[in-house]
């Protein structure tokens, strides 16, 4: 029975998302205690402050299963050197209405993978500066940049490169020890 339900948000809508399937494999090198839940975002509308009193049944969503867990995971693309629209979209929807937001004191860890050579930094660095509005504590170190490359996930679903493997189970590791602490 796991004993630490984790919300995934993806910061992407494409059907072959990279870093959807980064999401994937990185589920697999999580401990055994710990179970995920990909949050649906394609469904919010346009966030809009009319709506706070009264919100879509599609955020309603949103905030329970953010409340029901005990931590976060944001992997995501970087669109024009920040967080994609759907992205903050959501950011928003779940953090309204004031003082009602489903996000704080929720611990995430943030990871990405784009084409570029900077692997997110730039879009990253951009969702911590949200994240730690939302009074939501983000894992530090490692930060984990990562760039596209073929071979990058096996056929199996796993990460297919040994070094890139070690790397993000070292990762997997330390986002787990520090949302059991
Ligand atoms: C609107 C748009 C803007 C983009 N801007 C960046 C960028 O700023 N930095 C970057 O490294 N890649 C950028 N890319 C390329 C993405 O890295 C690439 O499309 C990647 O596959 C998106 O992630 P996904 O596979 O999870 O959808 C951009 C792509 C799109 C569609």
Known sequence: ??????????????????????????????????SFKRLRI???????????????????RLKSEIKASQGLLFVTPEYNRSIPGVLKNALDHASRPYNQSAWAGKP???????????????AQQHLRTVLAYLDVPTLGQPEAFLTMKEGLF??????????????L?????RYAAWIKS
């Not at 995430?108 to 730039?122: E, L």
């Not at 189970?169 to 590791?173: A, L, T």
Request: charged share 20%.
């Open 1 to 34: 029975m796991s004993q630490y339900q984790i919300a995934v948000v993806i910061g992407s809508l494409r059907r072959e998302s990279f870093n959807g399937k980064l999401a994937d494999a990185l589920i697999k090198l999580a401990p055994a205690e710990f």
């Open 42 to 60: 394609d469904d919010l509308p346009p966030y809009n402050q009319d709506d706070d009193a009264n919100q879509a049944e599609q955020v309603k």
């Open 108 to 122: 995430a860890g943030v990871i990405g993978i784009s084409i570029g050579a900077v692997g997110t930094a730039v």
């Open 154 to 167: 096996g056929a199996d679903g796993g990460i297919g490169n040994a070094d890139t493997g070690k790397f």
């Open 169 to 173: 189970q070292g990762w997997m590791d």
